[in-house]
């Protein structure tokens, strides 16, 4: 099986920063794009930041230059650098990965369970 783990998630004040990481782990072939979305409560889940294996990056608009996601693919890890946090980033922050397991042939995607970010004073 795969797992995908978040962490960094907690509390902070408005104007901080945080550092989230998902960690992949499991019979892991290859992984392709991985991302982060958000859910805040009372919303739907929404797109947060996409990066492919080889770097290109997408980012919602509201979080174009505050947020910064990068990958490290020797440890199948995908991280999230956030920048100048307001109230309105709170939510649970959820990894995903498009993973391709051993033996098998297509890539599927795993999501982890996903990590909380509260911005508050």
């Known amino acids: 099986q795969v797992q995908l783990v978040e962490s960094g998630g907690g509390l902070v004040q408005p104007g901080g920063s945080l550092r989230l990481s998902c960690v992949a782990s499991g019979r892991i072939f290859s992984i392709g794009a991985m991302g982060w979305y958000r859910q805040a409560p009372g919303k739907q889940r929404e797109l947060v930041a996409t990066i492919t294996r080889d770097g290109i990056t997408n980012y919602a608009d509201s979080m174009k230059g505050r947020f910064t996601i990068s990958r490290d693919n020797a440890k199948n890890t995908v991280y999230l650098q956030m920048n100048s946090l307001n109230p309105e980033d709170t939510a649970v922050y959820h990894c995903?990965?498009?993973?391709?397991?051993?033996?098998?042939?297509?890539?599927?995607?795993?999501w982890g369970q996903g990590t909380q970010v509260t911005v508050s004073s």
């Open positions: 995903n990965a498009g993973v391709r397991r051993w033996g098998r042939v297509n890539e599927v995607a795993y």
